[in-house]
């Protein structure tokens, strides 16, 4: 046992770059307003990845949709039902925005990063992509929690576009809810 843990960090050492190499999941976010694929880093970020993924496996954001688009911003989406009914999530999962912005991942214009409450360790299904970039989103290490970025958008993000330019009103004592669902029809790997 000895000898496998020293050759795995042995080879950490020598290797370094080799979990940045790692296969990048591809996820199909399929739209009311066009697809939209998002490439994650399982490296950067793999709580929050794998949560994220078995979310989609699950099919928990089939027929939800965007309830938050504030333009100049973002769009979140993945927990509620177009009528605005909170869908049932698993345990919150702990916060992994340091250790994604020491791999590079920020808050920028089409990056996709895990909705929370104020409460650091919150996020559970709820996800958003950023339409700009938000760096009051990052996390200062050892001052701010950050929001955690897990992948980015690769095809689609002209559909994003058009999401954050539909008309929001309040809606259930929220801002910034679209007029007219804007539906998540279904979610599904494209890679693994």
């Given amino acids: 046992m000895r000898a496998i843990l020293l050759a795995a960090a042995l080879g950490l050492i020598l290797f370094p770059g080799r979990a940045q190499d790692a296969p990048r999941p ?19 970020a793999p709580l929050s990845v794998a949560n994220f993924l078995r979310y989609v496996d699950e099919g928990q954001y089939a027929d939800t949709i965007f309830h938050r688009v ?9 927990g509620m039902g177009k009528d605005m009914a909170e869908k049932p999530a698993r345990a919150p999962i702990a916060n ?21 409450t104020e409460a650091p360790d919150s996020a559970t299904a709820q996800f ?22 897990i992948g980015r958008v690769v095809t689609g993000m002209d559909a ?7 008309r929001v009103v309040w809606r259930r004592g929220m801002p910034n809810v679209p007029e007219y669902p804007v539906r998540i029809k279904s979610a599904r790997r494209l890679t693994d």
Avoid: H
């Fill in 26 to 44: 591809r996820v199909e976010l399929a739209t009311s307003y066009g697809p939209v694929v998002v490439e994650l880093d399982p490296a950067a």
């Fill in 70 to 78: 504030v333009r100049g911003f973002m769009v979140q989406g993945g």
């Fill in 96 to 116: 992994e925005s340091e250790a994604a912005l020491g791999a590079g991942l920020r808050n920028v214009r089409g990056t996709l990063a895990m909705a929370r």
């Fill in 128 to 149: 958003y992509i950023n339409t700009a970039d938000n760096p009051d989103l990052d996390p200062i290490p050892g001052k701010r929690a950050g929001y955690c970025v």
């Fill in 160 to 166: 994003v576009d058009k999401i954050e330019q539909v």
